[in-house]
């Protein structure tokens, strides 16, 4: 889900001014000093030099939420949500980018329109409760679109042309970002442009692309396959995940050295199933070191969700003890614990996926279900569209069991 937000530092080094004394006058030159800092005492001690030091540019793990401002709006045309802790959160509606500081009792309009009923067009990505993207695409031109970002949370934005109007965005920290841009897809292959910023999305240069019909395009992330999604830990790692079909091929490709070169990640099919068809939208790291992937098999058994872990940052996968029957979106809120939901039932892990407990929820989400979002072990939200388009949103505080209408 997100837009661009240009990062502010919160201190400068000091320069340090040397100044050489005669020793004859280091005894003048200390008393003269003393009185200065007295009389600078006594008459404004609020101009006294303070010490500044400099900080890192990486983005605080919890920046302080920004309060929504706007308007209050009706929640039922939601169409995706993302949550940061259980009060703060944004939501994409079909016509607007909304925020919420309640628990989702109440939604207010938090930035640019995104146009009459184009909610599900859009790609947003939302870093933290402060910095979002929105990416609004050009009618009828996937090359271009329109960028807005923000790092107030959603109080003010910033709008900038993008060379892409469609794909997947990802941001390591409020300035640096990467675009997995869409070209075509058809007969099983599909083009892409990778680009990336370094300036929080004002600007964007082009690392790669295997479109042959472009200049320089490479081959090392291959033509043939989709491309689902794009996941980075730096502004040097990358990796892209899809599907190819051919039997037993986890397509999950990798770069480090900024999108310039692929390399296929090292993922083995489970046993049993190296002739099934098997998707991947690409790792979900927890942190820089541990991260999980989800495939989805599909084969005589029907479908399964497979999950491996890295421990390594990416660079090796193990894959998990159990498959998850009709395993669909996958949701870790820590190292350890997470949850995944199978259209009747939510699996929720505490050992690292190791092993799973079946958690029936008293609310038969059904059809009706279309994403959820845990902020701790406990605390979660579902978003349910009935058939006429109208979306509600539930949380729970017991670990998927029982939900309530957010709100009420």
């Not at 709006?73 to 079909?94: C, H, K, N, Y």
């Not at 996968?317 to 259209?343: C, H, K, R, Y």
């Amino acid at each position: 889900m997100p837009f661009l937000a240009l990062r502010r530092f919160l201190g400068v080094a000091p320069g340090q001014i040397k100044h050489l004394v005669a020793p004859a006058s280091i005894l003048k030159c200390a008393l003269a000093f003393l009185l200065l800092i007295v009389f600078a005492s006594a008459c404004s001690p609020e101009l006294l030099p303070v010490p500044v030091t400099q900080v890192s540019t990486a983005v605080p793990a919890s920046p302080p939420a920004v309060g929504p401002t706007g308007a209050l709006t009706d929640p039922r045309a939601l169409v995706s949500i993302r949550m940061f802790d259980e009060r703060s959160g944004w939501g994409i509606s079909q016509t607007s980018v909304l925020r919420t500081a309640d628990s989702a009792t109440t939604w207010h309009t938090a930035g640019p329109s995104t146009g009459e009923a184009s909610g599900y067009t859009v790609t947003s990505y939302f870093l933290d409760a402060a910095h979002g993207w929105i990416l609004v695409p050009v009618p009828n031109d996937m090359l271009h679109g329109i960028l807005y970002r923000s790092s107030d949370g959603g109080v003010s934005w910033m709008e900038s042309p993008a060379p892409f109007g469609d794909g997947q965005l990802h941001f390591v920290d409020a300035r640096r970002g990467w675009m997995m841009a869409t070209l075509g897809a058809g007969a099983g292959s599909m083009g892409i442009a990778v680009f990336q910023t370094q300036d929080g999305g004002a600007t964007w240069t082009q690392s790669y692309t295997n479109d042959p019909n472009q200049p320089e395009a490479g081959s090392s992330l291959p033509l043939g396959g989709l491309k689902n999604g794009i996941a980075a830990t730096s502004i040097e790692k990358a990796w892209i995940g899809g599907v190819t079909y051919a039997p037993g091929t986890v397509y999950l490709y990798q770069t480090v050295d900024g999108g310039r070169s692929w390399t296929k990640s090292p993922v083995q099919a489970p046993a049993g199933y190296e002739q099934a068809e098997l998707q991947t939208a690409g790792p979900v790291f927890v942190d820089a070191g541990i991260a999980y992937l989800p495939v989805h098999l599909s084969s005589q058994n029907g479908v399964l969700l497979a999950i491996y872990l890295s421990r390594d940052g990416g660079a090796s996968w193990l894959l998990s003890p159990e498959l998850i029957p009709q395993g669909g979106p996958m949701d870790f809120v820590s190292a350890q614990t997470g949850f995944v939901w199978n259209g009747t039932n939510f699996y929720a892990t505490k050992d690292a996926a190791q092993s799973w407990t079946v958690v029936t929820p008293d609310l038969a989400f059904g059809d009706t279900f279309s994403g959820m979002d845990f902020v701790t072990p406990q605390v979660g939200f579902v978003l349910r569209t009935d058939a006429s388009g109208i979306a509600s949103l539930y949380k729970t505080v017991d670990g998927a069991a029982t939900w309530t209408l957010a709100g009420n």
